[in-house]
């Protein structure tokens, strides 16, 4: 610092010792500003702290204040030098505590004395503007460590975020075998701790509506139905996307990220709301590849779901089923191909599934559509994507389907049989599915005799709620023949 820079503070008691220090200083270029009472000096210097303060030793104490107490003097923040006369030279002893220049004795010349303090000031200043840019220099460094840190963490967690969607897709694919889409997709987003929550609608069967699937995990957030005006045969249109965005907004709050959902059709059959519990995961995951994934992993579930049976898996009709039955009853007329495939009486066991709770649901609800063929088409599918046993199956009317499996597998398949038909989701095959949402459907699912006869009389029974007793007494005992070949009772109800 240039001594043109320099602020001087005089505290003296003799005013002719000031005019002779102050004429030193301005041939120098510098005006003292002069004090009489250690009150004043200690207000004026408080805010403005003077590059130089010479202090009568006579006035360091005034009252309840002692200069030894001043803020910047206890901080060391001020450069002090000390007045003395001959007469005051005992009170010399009493600066010794203090931070300061030196001591500058009443003199008839200042100039040399001046001039040795000033070099001192200057060398004192030049320290303090060292060390100043010393500590500018490690805060502009250590800013720029925090800030390559920064950047270093958020690379870490930028491929962690990376990593995180190869993880979740790798979950995905290990439910591949559900027979649900969005059952699949619940199970693996509910773990995901930075996913705060989730929502996702669909278009119902008829395109003229959006529905939320129903859930089983505390991360999902309902949204109600919305009607769309016009129906969207061809996927959800923009106009629907903007309103489900509004209210998936109005209810989740903002920040949502929304994935569409495609499938193999150029517009989306689904929309998905996620709120991130984190503005890093919202920027750095990478949705863009999570919502490619999605839509080719959507695409498998449904190519299966909408597949429709083939003539291995189904039987073309109830009458060729039938046919196939009578051969355990009355011996085999089968052709010697379908022989060759194993089919013969000793391979397989009859299950019944009785829908006609669902059937009761439908005729009360008249006015509601139900979608037959998608219903029977997607119940099958999702069967056989769940179970992996093999079956075949017919439908007996709209109240029964009939299972055939091998002998083998007959404990296991009833038991997931039960599991599965008591947990689908028949609701969504209404048009109207808010009205049936509270209607719990009861499948019964039975063993039936392996013969047209058997499976004949018992749904018979099942549909009119009776106990009919057949007086065909040798067919009775045609059947209770092969009840016991097979080794076991399997005309029981479960």
């Known amino acids: 610092m240039s001594e043109g820079q320099l602020s001087v503070a005089l505290l003296l008691s003799d005013i002719g010792e000031v005019k002779e220090i102050s004429a030193v200083f301005r041939k120098l270029g510098i005006i003292p500003h002069f004090y009489e009472d250690l009150k004043t000096f200690w207000s004026g210097t408080l805010e403005n702290i003077p590059s130089l303060s010479i202090i009568d030793v006579k006035l360091m104490s005034e009252g309840d204040l002692v200069l030894h107490n001043h803020p910047h003097v206890v901080a060391e923040k001020m450069p002090l030098v000390f007045y003395y006369t001959q007469n005051t030279e005992p009170l010399i002893l009493s600066t010794q505590d203090f931070f300061?220049?030196?001591?500058?004795?009443?003199?008839?010349?200042?100039?040399?004395?001046?001039?040795?303090?000033?070099k001192r000031l200057n060398q004192f200043i030049k320290l303090e503007n060292d060390n100043y840019q010393l500590t500018l220099e490690k805060k502009k460094q250590q800013a720029e460590i925090e800030k390559l840190q920064l950047e270093?963490?958020?690379?870490?967690?930028?491929?962690?975020?990376?990593?995180?969607?190869?993880?979740?897709?790798?979950?995905?694919?290990?439910?591949?075998?559900?027979?649900?889409?969005?059952?699949?997709?619940?199970?693996?987003i509910q773990g995901v701790d930075e996913i705060v929550e989730?929502?996702?609608m669909e278009l119902s069967f008829n395109g003229?509506?959006?529905?939320?699937?129903?859930?089983?995990?505390?991360?999902?957030r309902a949204i109600p139905s919305l009607w769309l005006g016009q129906a969207c045969p061809k996927g959800i249109e923009l106009f629907a996307q903007n309103m489900a965005t509004q209210v998936a907004i109005d209810i989740m709050g903002g920040d949502l990220v929304s994935l569409l959902i495609k499938g193999n059709h150029s517009k989306p059959e689904k929309i998905m709301?996620?709120?991130?519990?984190?503005?890093?995961?919202?920027?750095?995951?990478?949705?863009?590849?999570?919502e490619a994934y999605l839509n080719g992993f959507y695409s498998s579930f449904k190519n299966k779901l909408e597949r429709e049976p083939t003539n291995e898996r189904k039987f073309t009709s109830s009458f060729q089923a039938l046919s196939f039955l009578d051969q355990y009853l009355f011996g085999s007329?089968?052709?010697?191909?379908?022989?060759?495939?194993?089919?013969?009486?000793?391979?397989?066991?009859?299950?019944?599934?009785?829908?006609?709770?669902?059937?009761?649901i439908i005729l009360k609800k008249g006015n509601n559509r139900f979608f037959w063929n998608k219903f029977e088409v997607e119940f099958i599918n999702r069967l056989e994507i769940q179970s992996r046993i093999e079956f075949r199956v017919f439908d007996f009317g709209v109240m029964h389907l009939g299972f055939l499996v091998k002998s083998n597998d007959l404990d296991l398949f009833f038991d997931e049989l039960k599991e599965f038909s008591a947990k689908f989701s028949y609701w969504k095959y209404f048009e109207e599915s808010e009205g049936v949402l509270s209607h719990i459907v009861h499948p019964k699912v039975n063993m039936v005799a392996m013969s047209a006869f058997a499976y004949l009389k018992h749904n018979q029974i099942s549909t009119q709620h009776v106990n009919d007793k057949t007086s065909d007494k040798e067919t009775l005992a045609k059947?209770?023949?092969r009840e016991l070949i097979w080794g076991k009772e399997s005309n029981y109800e479960v």
């Open 198 to 200: 989730f929502s996702m």
């Open 479 to 481: 059947m209770k023949t």
């Open 208 to 220: 003229q509506k959006l529905i939320s699937p129903i859930a089983h995990v505390q991360k999902f």
């Open 273 to 290: 709301f996620i709120k991130t519990k984190n503005e890093l995961f919202f920027n750095q995951f990478d949705w863009n590849m999570f």
């Open 100 to 118: 300061h220049l030196g001591l500058l004795k009443k003199s008839e010349h200042y100039d040399l004395a001046m001039k040795t303090i000033l």
């Open 333 to 360: 007329s089968l052709p010697a191909a379908d022989n060759s495939k194993g089919l013969n009486k000793l391979d397989y066991r009859l299950i019944d599934l009785d829908l006609s709770g669902l059937v009761d």
């Open 152 to 188: 270093n963490l958020t690379i870490i967690q930028t491929d962690q975020y990376q990593s995180m969607v190869k993880s979740v897709c790798l979950q995905l694919e290990e439910w591949r075998d559900e027979g649900d889409f969005f059952r699949a997709l619940e199970k693996v």
